[in-house]
C-alpha cells in the first residue's frame, strides 16, 4: 500500500532515475481496448497487473517526460501525503483493481465490458472522491459531492476511473491545451525539427485525454467535445476522437460550458474501441433531458460495421448502393497546408478503390460557422460560468470584502485570461444593446447551418474532411500568439458539425513530412453514428494508412 | 405546492415538516449550483402553474420556453434564475372583484357595510316604514358601531392634510361599474364591480436565503429554498386602493388553496407579495389633465416626472395594507413637497410601521436573458390542455361557490356567502352541517350559515384558528341549530351549548339539554300557568300595559324568562302573554 507513496516521493526527488517497465508491462501497454478487455477476460492477464502497468507509465508520463497530461500540480504531491485524501490516486486504482482480480477468481466470469480496465477522464468530469478542477484556479480544490453519468456508467461497465484527471484547456477553451492551471500538455509525438523534445501542442481542449491515450498510459480516455476539443488534439496526437450526437451521452456531471454544444467524447486507440464505449456510457438519462430518447447503442458487435472490406454496397440509406462520401468544397480552407489537401485527397480516392462513392458536396454557410460558435458558445459559457462566485466553493479571496467585490476579485483572479475573454464576449452578445445583432442572428445562421447538414446528406452518407489546417504546433507558437483569432481558426473544420450536434469522428491516418500525426475528420448525419463508424473504420483498415505509427519512444 | 423542486428532485421546503430542516439540508446538485449538474422539469410544477392559470381565465399558452436571469446574489447559487421571461406558461386572466367584498375586507368599513345592508333590508322588506331607528339597533351593535366610526374617522384624519380620497369609493375611474350579480338577495342595493387583469403566470425558480442576523460579523446562506417552484402572477396596474389589493391578494390566496396549487400561507413564504405603487393626481371630471387649483407648480413638475417603487416580500395581509397606505401617503408627501418618486425597490420594516429604500432601479439591471440551453422548449400536448381544463371545471372555484350559496336553495345574503368562500374550510363546513341534520336544516341554510359566521367564527377567532381547524366538528354545530329549528331550545341556550362544546364538550346537542334540563318548555299549559302567575304578581305593570304601554310586555316576558332560566319557549309564551293580558282589559 506505501508503495505508490514511497515511488512518487523518490520520483520527484530524483525525476532521471524513474520505474522502467517490463517487456511484458509494455506488451500489455501496447493492446488496445478491446484487446485488453479480451486478455483479461481470458485470464492471459487480471486487472491487478493492467492497473500496476497503467499507474507505472502514468507515472512515467508525469515525472520523467513531464507531459503534463495528467492533472498534477507542483505542490500536489506534499499536500496529497498530509491528506492521504482522494490525492492517492494510484493507491486508490490498484487497490480497486486488486478487489477485482480477488473478486473474479471465485465468482463466475465477469460479463462487464470494461472489466476491470483503467479508462481515463478529463478534468471537467465529476467524480466523487477525486478532484474535478477544470484546469482551472478557480476550482482548483473542488471535490464534487456526486459522480457525473459518464463515470458511473463506466464504472458499472467495470472500468477503474482514476481519481487522477486529464489535463485541459481550462474550462475547455482553447484548441491547444496550453491554458491549465497544470502547465501545457506536451504532445508525446516528436517531430523531425524538435531536437528530441516534447515541444509539440496536444491539442486541446482535451489534450490530457488524447496525450494519455498515445503516450500509452491509458487504453482509452473521456473527453469533451464542444467545438472540436475531442478531435482536433485526437488528430494531433494520431489517436482516435468520437464525437457522437449531441444528447447521445448524458451531460449529467460534465462541467457545462457551451451546454448546447457539450458532448462527452472519446479518445481510443482503434474505432471499435470508441464504439465499444460509446456502447457502454449512451443512452437517455433523466437527469439530462437533452439527451436522444433511445437505449445505448449497440455497435461494437454489430458485424454489418466492422467485417466490412468492400463499400461498394455498405450505404446506410440506400440499401446495396455503395457508401457515398460527400467531400464539402468550402472546407478547402485557404488556410489548409497543401500535405494535408493532397492526404485529403488521397483518402478520398483510397476509399473510392475500396467501392464508396465520392461526391462533391456543398456547404455554403460554411464560413460564418466560426463567428456563429464564438458568439453562442461564449454566451453559453458567460452564463454556466456565472455560478462560479467563490461563495460555496472554489477560489474566494481570502480578505473579507463586501458581496459584489468579493465575487469580482475571486472571478478575476480565479479564471485565466481566455476564460475571462470568453465570458466578456458572452455577455456582450448577450446584453441588451447587442442580444439582437449577435445571439440572435447567431442562432438564425445556426438553422442555416444546420440546413446545410440536412440538405448534403440527403445525398451522402458521411463527409470525409482534414481536422484542422495542420499537424501540431509547438507549444511555445500557441503560447505567443498575440491575436486570438489565430487559435481559433483551428477548429474551423470542426466547428460546423458541432452546431448542427452532428456526429463526428477523427481518425488517425498519416505522418507528415515532419514525423507529425494528421487525422482525417468524418461526419454523419444526425443519430448516424452507425455510418460514421462503418467509414471510420473502413479507413481505420485501409492498407495503405495501416497500422498507424505509434510515439514508441514514450514506452 | 410540488413535492420536489422545479428542476432537481430535491424536496421542497414547504413539504412536511420543513421548519425543523437544518439550514442546506434540502439541496439537489442544481439548486446548489453545483458544477457539471443539469435541472430536469418537474412536471407536476408545470400542471399545477397551468391549473393556476386556466382558474384565472388565462390562456393556457402550450409553447413554453426558460430563460435564464443573471444577477450575481449570494442566495442565487447559479448566478441566474431559471424562469420564463419570454414564453410564460399562462398570459391573461383575472379576478373579479365586487364592492360588497372591498367593504368586508377591512374593519373600517366591514361595520359600516354591514349597518348598510341591514338598513337598506328592513326598507326592503317593510317599504312603508321610516328607516329604523338608531335605537333598534341594540345598545352592542350601536358601541361596536360607534367604535367603528371613531377609527374610520381617526384613519381619515391622517389624511386630511393631503388632497385624496383615502376611504373607499368605486368611482368610474377607477375601473368600477354598477353591476347587478344576479345572485343577491336585494334588487336595488348599490353594488359595483371590476375585474383585476392579469397580465402573466410564469413558473420560476425561488431563490435561497440570505441570513444576516445569526452572527455579528457573518452573513449565512440557506439554500434549502434555492430552485423550489415558484409560480409568478404578474397583475396589472388595475387596483386603485390598499383595500383592493388586499381583497385581491385574498381572493388569489384562496383560489390558489381551493385548486390545490399551494399552501398560500403568507407567513411560511408559499404565498409573497410585492407591490408596486404609484400615486397619480386626481383629474376632475371632463379635464385633460390635473388642476393647477388642487396643485401647485413644483408638486406638476414632480408629477411629471415618472416613477414607481416596488415594495417587496410583504408577508401579511396586514402588511400589504399597511405598506400601501404608507407609500402612498409618502409618495404624496413627496410629490406636495416638490420632490419627483424614484424608480425605487423598498422594503417594509414593521418596527417602524414605514418602508425604507433597498436599492435604486433608476439604472436597470441588465439581466442578460438567455434561453436556457439545458431546457429545451417544452410544448404542452393538447391532451394537456384537456386534462387542466376538465379539472379546472371539477372544481368549484371560490366565485362559484359563492354563486352557489347566494342562488336557490341557499339564497344566502351575499355578505355572508363572501364570508363563507372567504374562510378557508367554511363551505365544507356548512355543507357537512346540512348533511348532518338535512331535515331541519336544509330548510335553514340562512340559520345554519348564521352560526359558523357570527357564532362559530367569533370562537375561532379569538384563538386564531380557521374553520377547517374548529374543534368543534359540523355536525356537533348543526345539532345546535337543528334542536332550535325544532323549536327544542332556544338561541341562547344555543350559544351556551356552543360555549359548552368549544370547551370540550363532545356531546351533540339533545344529549346535554337532556342532561341539564335545558329543552324549551314549550308545553301550553305550563307556559299558561307561568304567565298568569308572573300576570299576578305585577298588576301595576298589567295596568301599565293596558294604559297602552306596550314595552311593559317585554318586561313580562323577561320575568318569565328569568324564572325558566330562559326555557319559555319565545314565541309561544308571547302569545300567550297577549292572549292573557287582553282578557285583563
Known amino acids: 500500500m506505501r508503495r505508490g507513496v514511497a515511488a512518487r516521493r523518490f520520483f520527484s526527488t530524483c525525476p532521471r532515475l524513474s520505474a522502467v517497465l517490463s517487456e511484458r508491462q509494455k506488451d500489455l501497454l ?88 483503467p479508462v481515463g477522464v478529463k478534468d471537467n468530469f465529476c467524480q466523487k472522491g477525486a478532484r474535478t478542477s477544470c484546469a482551472s484556479k478557480m476550482l482548483h480544490s473542488f471535490s464534487a459531492p456526486y459522480t457525473s453519468t459518464v463515470v458511473d456508467q463506466l464504472e458499472k461497465n467495470g472500468a477503474l476511473v482514476p481519481s487522477i484527471h486529464c489535463n485541459m484547456d481550462e474550462f475547455a477553451m482553447g484548441s491547444g491545451s496550453v491554458r491549465s492551471v497544470y502547465g501545457p500538455v506536451h504532445n508525446p509525438w516528436i517531430g523531425n525539427e524538435d531536437n528530441g523534445e516534447f515541444s509539440r501542442s496536444a491539442g486541446g481542449s482535451s489534450g490530457g485525454s488524447t496525450a494519455s491515450v498515445a503516450s500509452f498510459a491509458l487504453y482509452a480516455s473521456m473527453g469533451s467535445d464542444t467545438g472540436g476539443s475531442i478531435r482536433l488534439p485526437a488528430s494531433w496526437c494520431g489517436v482516435v476522437g ?64 466492422w467485417n466490412i472490406t468492400d463499400l461498394s454496397s455498405s450505404s446506410s440509406s440506400s440499401p446495396g448502393r455503395p457508401l457515398r462520401i460527400g467531400i464539402p468544397k468550402e472546407y478547402n480552407v485557404q488556410e489548409l497546408s497543401k500535405e494535408y489537401l493532397s492526404l485529403w485527397e488521397s483518402v478520398a480516392e483510397s476509399y473510392r478503390a475500396s467501392g464508396a462513392e465520392i461526391v462533391e458536396v456543398s456547404m455554403p454557410h460554411t464560413s460564418y460557422a466560426l463567428g456563429c460558435y464564438y458568439i453562442i458558445s461564449g454566451a453559453e459559457a458567460s452564463s454556466n460560468l456565472s455560478r462560479f462566485d467563490g461563495i460555496r466553493y472554489g477560489h474566494r479571496d481570502e480578505r473579507p470584502l463586501p458581496i459584489e467585490e468579493l465575487v469580482e476579485v475571486s472571478r478575476s483572479t480565479g479564471f485565466g485570461p481566455e476564460v475571462k475573454r470568453r465570458i466578456l464576449t458572452g455577455a456582450f452578445v448577450l446584453s441588451q444593446g447587442s442580444y439582437n445583432e449577435y445571439f440572435r442572428r447567431a442562432q438564425q445562421v445556426r438553422r442555416l447551418i444546420y440546413n446545410d447538414f440536412t440538405n448534403v446528406f440527403q445525398n451522402v452518407d458521411v463527409m470525409l474532411t482534414p481536422v484542422a489546417a495542420s499537424y501540431a504546433p509547438t507549444i511555445s507558437s500557441l503560447q505567443n500568439n498575440k491575436n486570438p483569432v489565430d487559435e481559433y481558426v483551428c477548429d474551423i473544420m470542426t466547428i460546423p458539425s458541432s452546431l448542427a450536434g452532428v456526429p463526428a469522428i477523427s481518425v488517425p491516418v498519416a505522418l507528415s513530412s515532419t514525423g507529425l500525426p494528421l487525422g482525417m475528420q468524418l461526419i454523419a448525419p444526425y443519430g448516424g453514428e452507425k455510418s460514421l463508424l462503418t467509414a471510420a473504420h473502413a479507413l481505420e483498415e485501409m492498407s495503405r494508412f495501416s497500422p498507424f505509427p505509434k510515439p514508441l519512444h514514450v514506452l | 405546492r410540488t413535492r420536489s423542486k422545479l428542476f432537481s428532485r430535491a424536496p421542497s421546503p414547504f413539504e412536511g415538516d420543513s421548519e425543523s430542516d437544518p439550514p442546506n439540508s434540502r439541496i439537489g446538485f442544481c439548486d446548489g449550483g453545483l458544477p457539471g449538474a443539469l435541472p430536469t422539469i418537474n412536471k407536476r410544477a408545470m400542471e399545477q402553474a397551468a391549473l393556476t392559470g386556466v382558474s384565472l ?83 352592542r351593535k350601536q358601541k361596536r358601531r360607534e367604535e367603528a366610526m371613531q377609527r374610520v ?88 386602493s390598499s383595500q383592493e389589493a388586499v381583497v385581491y391578494v385574498r381572493k388569489l390566496q384562496r383560489l390558489l388553496q381551493v385548486i ?30 390635473p388642476s393647477m387649483e388642487l396643485y401647485d407648480a413644483q408638486t406638476l413638475a414632480a408629477i411629471n416626472k415618472p416613477g414607481r417603487v416596488e415594495v417587496k416580500n410583504l408577508n401579511s395581509f396586514k402588511i400589504v395594507k399597511l405598506a400601501i397606505d404608507y407609500e402612498i401617503e409618502r409618495q404624496i408627501k413627496s410629490l406636495e413637497a416638490g420632490i419627483p418618486v424614484s424608480y425605487e425597490t423598498r422594503q417594509w420594516d414593521g418596527s417602524k410601521d414605514q418602508t425604507y429604500k433597498l436599492r435604486s432601479k433608476e439604472s436597470s439591471v441588465d439581466y442578460r436573458f438567455l ?69 331541519t336544516l336544509s330548510k335553514a341554510p340562512a340559520a345554519t350559515s348564521q352560526w359558523i359566521v357570527s357564532e362559530l367564527l367569533g370562537h375561532l377567532r379569538k384563538t386564531n384558528l380557521t374553520v377547517s381547524q374548529s374543534p368543534i366538528p359540523p355536525a356537533q354545530l348543526a345539532s345546535i341549530v337543528d334542536a332550535i329549528e325544532r323549536e327544542a331550545i332556544t338561541g341562547k341556550i344555543g350559544k351556551q351549548l356552543l360555549q359548552m362544546m368549544y370547551d370540550g364538550d363532545k356531546r351533540m346537542a339533545n344529549e346535554i339539554t337532556k342532561e341539564l334540563g335545558l329543552e324549551v318548555i314549550s308545553d301550553e299549559a305550563v307556559l299558561r300557568d307561568l304567565c298568569t302567575k308572573v300576570l299576578d304578581a305585577h298588576p301595576e305593570e298589567v295596568q301599565k300595559f293596558l294604559r297602552g304601554q306596550d314595552r311593559v310586555k317585554r318586561f313580562f316576558s323577561g320575568e318569565i324568562m328569568k324564572q325558566t332560566k330562559g326555557l319559555a319557549h319565545p314565541a309561544k309564551t308571547d302569545a300567550l302573554l297577549l292572549e292573557l293580558l287582553a282578557l285583563r282589559k
Not at chain 1, 479480451?38 to 508520463?61: H, L
Not at chain 2, 400561507?265 to 383629474?283: A, K, M, W
Not at chain 2, 379539472?391 to 355572508?416: M, W, Y
Open chain 1, 242 to 305: 468520437l464525437k457522437p450526437s449531441y444528447g447521445r451521452v448524458s451531460r449529467h456531471g460534465l462541467v457545462a460550458f457551451g451546454s448546447s454544444f457539450d458532448c462527452p467524447s472519446f479518445a481510443t486507440r482503434s474505432v471499435r474501441d470508441s464504439a465499444l464505449l460509446l456502447d457502454c456510457i449512451s443512452g437517455s438519462d433523466p437527469l439530462d433531458v437533452n439527451t436522444i430518447p433511445e437505449g445505448p447503442t449497440n455497435f461494437a458487435k454489430d458485424p454489418s460495421i
Open chain 2, 260 to 289: 390545490g396549487s399551494s399552501e398560500a400561507e403568507l407567513d411560511r413564504g408559499s404565498f409573497r407579495c410585492d407591490v408596486n405603487i404609484s400615486v397619480r393626481p386626481f383629474i376632475p371630471e371632463g379635464q385633460k389633465g
Open chain 2, 371 to 439: 434561453p436556457d440551453p439545458d431546457l429545451p422548449p417544452m410544448v404542452l400536448s393538447e391532451e394537456f390542455e384537456k386534462s387542466t381544463k376538465d379539472t379546472i371545471a371539477s372544481i368549484k372555484l371560490p366565485d362559484q361557490i359563492r354563486s352557489l350559496l347566494c342562488a336557490p336553495p341557499f339564497l344566502l345574503p351575499l355578505e355572508v356567502a363572501i364570508i363563507l368562500v372567504e374562510e378557508p374550510g367554511a363551505f365544507e363546513y356548512f355543507n357537512s352541517m346540512i348533511a348532518a341534520f338535512p331535515e
Open chain 2, 153 to 240: 374617522s381617526d384613519y381619515k384624519k391622517r389624511f386630511d392634510d393631503l388632497s385624496v380620497i383615502p376611504f373607499h369609493d368605486f368611482r368610474a375611474s377607477h375601473g368600477w361599474e354598477e353591476t347587478l350579480t344576479g345572485e343577491e338577495d336585494n334588487g336595488g342595493f348599490k353594488r359595483y364591480k371590476k375585474t383585476v387583469r392579469i397580465n402573466r403566470l410564469q413558473l420560476e425558480q425561488d431563490s435561497g436565503k440570505s441570513l444576516h442576523d445569526q452572527h455579528p460579523s457573518l452573513s449565512f446562506v440557506d439554500l434549502n429554498r434555492a430552485g423550489t417552484a415558484l409560480v409568478e402572477i404578474v397583475g396589472e396596474p388595475d387596483l386603485h
Open chain 1, 30 to 117: 501496447k493492446l488496445n481496448l478491446t484487446e485488453v478487455v479480451e486478455w483479461i477476460k481470458t485470464d492471459k492477464t487480471n486487472a491487478t497487473e493492467v492497473a500496476e502497468a497503467t499507474s507505472t507509465q502514468i507515472e512515467r508520463v508525469n515525472e520523467e517526460f513531464k507531459l503534463n497530461a495528467f492533472c498534477v500540480h507542483e505542490n500536489d504531491q506534499i499536500a496529497e501525503e498530509k491528506k492521504k485524501g482522494p490525492g492517492n490516486w494510484k493507491e486508490d486504482l490498484i487497490l480497486k483493481a486488486s478487489s477485482l482480480s480477488h473478486n473474479s477468481s471465485d465468482s463466475s466470469h465477469p460479463s462487464e465490458r470494461l472489466y476491470g480496465v
Open chain 2, 57 to 139: 381565465g388565462g390562456r393556457l399558452n402550450l409553447f413554453n420556453r426558460f430563460d435564464r436571469k443573471h444577477y450575481f446574489y449570494p442566495d442565487l447559487p447559479n448566478g441566474y434564475q431559471i424562469t420564463q421571461q419570454f414564453f410564460p406558461i399562462v398570459t391573461g386572466g383575472g379576478i373579479e372583484l365586487l364592492s360588497d367584498e372591498v367593504m368586508l375586507s377591512d374593519e373600517e368599513s366591514r361595520a359600516n357595510y354591514l349597518a348598510e345592508v341591514a338598513k337598506f333590508r328592513r326598507q326592503q322588506s317593510n317599504p312603508d316604514s321610516e328607516g329604523p331607528s338608531e335605537k333598534q339597533f341594540g345598545a
